[in-house]
């Protein structure tokens, strides 16, 4: 498998803190090996083929599972990671 950022994720992945980045490519690594690792605490959202990870307890992101790639759509704090915002 391998990720494939969004543009709007990608942009909102480079303007997240260095220290955040970090745990976003660990938890890249953790999704790649397995996207129901309990450390990221994967949820489907509603009724929609999207789900939620967690980077940590502050910062989410949203993805799409599409044959062998894992399309990030949003990256960021609670609700914009979740795309709420």
Same mark, same amino acid.
């Given at each position: 498998? @391998?990720?494939? =950022?969004?543009?709007? +994720?990608?942009? +909102? &992945?480079?303007?997240?803190? /260095?220290?955040?980045? %970090?745990?976003?490519?660990?938890?890249?690594? =953790?999704?790649?090996?397995? &996207? $129901? *690792?309990?450390? =990221?605490?994967?949820?489907?959202?509603?009724?929609?083929?999207?789900?939620? +990870?967690?980077?940590? @307890? *502050? &910062?989410?992101?949203?993805?799409?599972? !599409?044959?062998?790639?894992? &399309?990030? /759509?949003?990256?960021?704090? $609670?609700? !914009?990671?979740?795309?709420? %915002?």
């Amino acid at each position: 498998m @391998i990720i494939n =950022l969004t543009k709007a +994720a990608d942009k +909102a &992945y480079q303007k997240l803190p /260095l220290n955040i980045q %970090k745990k976003t490519d660990k938890q890249f690594e =953790l999704l790649l090996s397995n &996207y $129901h *690792h309990p450390s =990221l605490r994967t949820r489907k959202m509603g009724s929609t083929d999207t789900f939620e +990870a967690r980077i940590d @307890i *502050h &910062y989410r992101f949203t993805f799409q599972i !599409v044959g062998e790639e894992i &399309y990030v /759509l949003t990256i960021g704090p $609670h609700d !914009v990671g979740l795309g709420k %915002k």
